[in-house]
């Protein structure tokens, strides 16, 4: 179902824990969607540290070989931007 859309956006991957049989499926839908359709991939993991999400090194590999293959990876650092609000908001208080 999600390998026919042309751009398929993934949030999050690494925050909740995945089954082996997951993990297979995960590395399914990038096979299908390798070098046919765009997909968005966000996580706070890094890639050195993969196979701690999808629990199996090789698989983790064989997904990051994919996804990065004719990528663009994009880091972002500094404050969360969903709380910085609320952290502005509590220090203007104490302020």
């Known amino acids: 179902h ?8 993934i949030d999050e991957i690494g925050y909740l ?8 499926m995960f590395f399914q839908l990038i096979n299908k969607r390798y070098e046919k ?6 996580t706070n993991k890094e890639f050195s540290k993969w196979h701690e999400i999808f629990g199996d090194v090789t698989i983790a590999n064989a997904i990051l070989d994919r996804l990065l293959h004719h990528s663009t990876v994009e880091k972002i650092t500094g404050k969360s931007y969903r709380v910085k609000d609320k952290i502005f908001t509590s220090n203007s208080k104490n302020n």
């Open 2 to 9: 999600y390998a026919k859309y042309k751009l398929l956006i």
């Open 17 to 24: 824990p995945i089954s082996k049989e997951e993990a297979n």
């Open 37 to 42: 359709s765009s997909t968005i991939i966000t």
